[in-house]
């Protein structure tokens, strides 16, 4: 069954600039489940590209090595549906590459909207971004490794998402749970 509608939405999962423990700027490293399952909910999802983004060379090659291999390796006839979901990830260095390349590719200037585990400051719920999002335009959905996003990062933003909480006052969700949990309340039937 198509969906009734397909949001102008791409997704970034940033490994820099993102925060430590200590709250010291960091680049994070890659992992490959992040990968596996952050595609495979962006292709459920309807999200047009997802992009990692690390401006580390041996964490690029990794990623390309890991998409080669379900893309076009052998990986890509042992699972096509693997394939399929991992043929949305884009490699970037930078979230400024990310927009210069999804406005070459036609999509426009995207406006920037940013997750965080942390409350404090003006956010918008997903009720807010999912009407936004029928109402038209490109949306980029950035994701924090590690710690989550530089406060310079989030300031940078055109929007702040309102944190997900839970029953309890545990808050450290997996990031690939954080997005499917997100694109489920944004553009889930």
Not at 4 to 18: A, E, G, K, N
Not at 106 to 116: D, L, N
Not at 151 to 158: L, N
Request: glycine letters at 10%; one cysteine or more.
């Amino acid at each position: 069954m198509k969906p009734s509608y397909r949001p102008d939405l791409y997704l970034t999962l940033i490994h820099h600039p993102v925060v430590n423990k200590g709250g010291d700027t960091i680049a994070s490293s890659v992992t490959n489940l992040d990968l596996h399952d952050i595609a495979r909910a962006s292709r459920t999802y309807g999200v047009r590209a997802f992009y990692v983004v690390t401006p580390l060379e041996d964490q690029k090659k990794l990623v390309e090595r890991i998409v080669d291999h379900w893309v076009s390796g052998a990986g890509a006839a042992y699972n096509p549906m693997r394939r399929e979901a991992l043929e949305l990830i884009r490699i970037a260095r930078s979230a400024e590459a990310v927009y210069e390349d999804i406005r070459r590719r036609g999509g426009g200037i995207p406006k920037s909207v940013v997750t965080t585990a942390q409350s404090g400051g003006p956010t918008i719920s997903c009720g807010e971004l999912r009407g936004m999002l029928r109402s038209g335009g490109p949306y980029l959905l950035n994701f924090g490794t590690a710690w989550g996003l530089s406060k310079e990062f989030i300031s940078g933003a055109d929007y702040v998402l309102e944190p997900i909480k839970g029953n309890t006052d545990y808050n450290h969700l997996p990031v690939r749970s954080a997005v499917s949990i997100i694109l489920d309340r944004l553009v889930g039937r």
